[in-house]
Structure formats: structure tokens, C-alpha cells
């Protein structure tokens, strides 16, 4: 059954850094595009960053362009998300998604984490 299992969420203080891992397996998404989305309470599901099945095409949120990057490792059923300057805004819970095409709607994706928590303190 393919699953995918974050990681790497927790409490940091605004200025500082974390990053999340994403592992999927049960089945190959080395063919597959995987994005990043959170969900804040009270708030609707949004779009985070996304990363094509080849890695060379990304996208990200406006709110976290120059702060986000999304890799994929090289055994490429692997995504991370490195989260730098974090601000208290970002606080939510983290979610990995694998789907047939990159997009930025989280319907488009098949394939979904059970969400990682990330609080920023101020």
C-alpha cells in the first residue's frame, strides 16, 4: 500500500529553521510530482511548494519564496522541504503530497502524508 510518512516538525523560535522530510513507499514516485501543503487551525488547506518527478521544475508560495526550498533525494521517493527565517505565521501542520502532475491545487494530488505539526514561536 503506498504510504507516505513526514517528519522533522516541531517548536522553534521565529528567525530559526527547520526542515521536513517526506518518505514515501509501498510503491515508486519516482515518476510522480510531490508538493508540500499546510493547513492552519481555522484555515483552509494551501499550497506550500511543489517539485516535478525529474526535480528540475519548482514552485512555491509567494508567502515563502526565498525562505522554503524543496528538494527531492536521490533515490527521488524522497521530498524535503528546508524552512529558514520561519515566521509565527508559518505555524501549521505540514503535509507531503504525490501526484501525475505538478500543480498547485492540492485536489490534483493522489497520494497524502498523515501531516507533520510545525509551531513558530515569536
Known amino acids: 500500500q503506498a504510504q507516505l510518512v513526514e517528519s522533522g516538525g516541531g517548536l522553534v523560535q521565529a528567525g530559526g529553521s527547520l526542515r521536513l522530510s517526506c518518505a514515501a513507499s509501498g510503491r515508486t514516485f519516482r515518476r510522480y510530482s510531490m508538493a508540500w501543503f499546510r493547513q492552519a487551525p481555522g484555515k483552509e488547506r494551501e499550497f506550500v511548494a511543489s517539485?516535478?518527478?525529474?526535480?528540475?521544475?519548482?514552485d512555491y508560495a509567494d508567502s515563502v519564496k526565498g525562505r522554503f526550498t524543496i528538494s527531492r533525494g536521490n533515490a527521488q521517493n524522497t521530498v524535503y522541504l528546508q524552512m529558514n527565517s520561519l515566521k509565527p505565521e508559518d505555524t501549521a501542520v505540514y503535509y507531503c503530497a504525490a501526484g501525475a502532475r505538478l500543480s498547485v491545487e492540492w485536489g490534483s494530488y493522489d497520494y497524502w502524508g498523515q501531516g507533520t505539526q510545525v509551531t513558530v514561536s515569536s
Open positions: 517539485v516535478s518527478w525529474s526535480g528540475g521544475t519548482k
